[in-house]
T-cell receptor, first 110, second 116 residues
Framework: RKEVEQDPGPFNVPEGATVAFNCTYSNSASQSFFWYRQDCRKEPKLLMSVYSSGNEDGRFTAQLNRASQYISLLIRDSKLSDSATYLCVVSQGRDDKIIFGKGTRLHILP | DTAVSQTPKYLVTQMGNDKSIKCEQNLGHDTMYWYKQDSKKFLKIMFSYNNKELIINETVPNRFSPKSPDKAHLNLHINSLELGDSAVYFC???????????????FGPGTRLTVT
């Protein structure tokens, strides 16, 4: 099993729709979970951290399921500007190995 | 002001050459990283330094040598470049905090290296 796995997509979603994608991780000792966003030919930028109790930031909701070892990202009322690649990031902590998933490509269609 | 900057932005060179990529952050962060993103867009950590001390050193050929003259700079020197080194190299930084688990990494714009 790969350390961090994501569905590469692309997810083609009409504007205004809700879209969700998951990321699974293999190391049960993982403690830190994040979603980063990367636009084409740009650097990754933090979208949100994923806390144990789940967290929401505007239209974005992140969840962590430790029992099944996955994190999820839900985007409501999707906008054209949400089109990007979403990278799942997992680590055991700040000074430990940081693993990026290969990303899920999202295309929001007008 | 650019928070994390890298130079050069593009680097085209021949196999066997030695090249360096420079990274500077003006955020006052304690930790800096180098990542490699290959043609399949897979982003993989290479090194991290905390206050000039090597913290993470992934399985990277010895031809790659990071150097941190001070905590605001982390340069990457590559000897005897190979075709497989062609990729985008990202520098990043993060701030130490009491929370060991949640830390935002700020990435530089990347250096696109092409080895011919």
């Amino acid at each position: 099993r790969k350390e961090v796995e994501q569905d590469p997509g692309p997810f083609n979603v009409p504007e205004g729709a809700t879209v969700a994608f998951n990321c699974t991780y293999s190391n049960s000792a993982s403690q830190s979970f994040f979603w980063y966003r990367q636009d084409c030919r740009k650097e990754p930028k933090l979208l949100m951290s994923v806390y144990s109790s789940g967290n929401e930031d505007g239209r974005f909701t992140a969840q962590l399921n430790r029992a099944s070892q996955y994190i999820s990202l839900l985007i409501r009322d999707s906008k054209l500007s949400d089109s990007a690649t979403y990278l799942c990031v997992v680590s055991q902590g700040r000074d430990d190995k940081i693993i990026f998933g290969k990303g899920t490509r999202l295309h929001i269609l007008p | 002001d650019t928070a994390v900057s890298q130079t050069p932005k593009y680097l085209v060179t021949q196999m066997g050459n030695d090249k360096s990529i420079k990274c500077e952050q003006n955020l006052g962060h304690d930790t800096m990283y180098w990542y490699k993103q290959d043609s399949k867009k897979f982003l993989k950590i290479m090194f991290s330094y905390n206050n000039k001390e090597l913290i993470i050193n992934e399985t990277v050929p010895n031809r790659f040598s990071p150097k941190s003259p001070d905590k605001a700079h982390l340069n990457l020197h590559i000897n005897s470049l190979e075709l497989g080194d062609s990729a985008v190299y990202f520098c990043a930084s993060s701030q130490d905090s009491l929370d060991l688990y949640y830390y935002e990494q700020y990435f530089g714009p990347g250096t696109r290296l092409t080895v011919t």
